[in-house]
């Protein structure tokens, strides 16, 4: 969900770039977006009952638990009675190491665009041999 509205889809098309976190975000960056993140003053609750009513809040403990394939109860047994100025640089730098390495070969891929070509031309050889039998039934089947 949105880093500035809890209810609302995390998307590019949103105006604001601080309401998401991009793959080609750099370290720094992501690491403001998550401090920049909307949330309540009231400290992260020990039990998941305690997001009720805390969209902005759930959603940073989902992110959190989806990052390192937890629950969200695991998450709040972590950082349950802690404030946010605790747990967003934990889930800044947990986001940053986890999607780093995924800008970096954007990064490299950009700087190469023959071997991106070759990448591309090899997945459209593979989805066209995938294909061929189901492309091969449907024309049979329309008398083709």
Do not use: H
């Not at 390192?68 to 800044?92: C, M």
């Amino acid at each position: 969900m949105s880093l500035r509205d809890g209810t609302a889809k995390m998307s590019k098309s949103d105006p604001s770039d601080v309401s998401r976190i991009n793959l080609t975000d750099d370290a720094e960056t992501i690491m403001s977006k998550v401090r920049k993140a909307k949330t309540d003053p009231e400290p992260l609750p020990d039990t998941v009952d305690g997001l009720e009513g805390r969209s902005e809040t759930r959603n940073l403990v989902d992110i959190y638990a989806a990052m390192t394939n937890t629950t969200p109860a695991e998450v709040l047994a972590q950082f349950g009675g802690q404030g946010f100025g605790a747990f967003k640089p934990a889930l800044g730098e947990l986001l940053a190491g986890k999607l780093g390495p995924i800008a970096e070969r954007l990064k490299a891929l950009k700087a190469n665009p023959e071997e991106l070509d070759a990448i591309l031309a090899k997945g459209a050889e593979k989805a066209r041999m995938l294909a061929a039998p189901t492309l091969a039934a449907a024309y049979k089947a329309m008398g083709l």
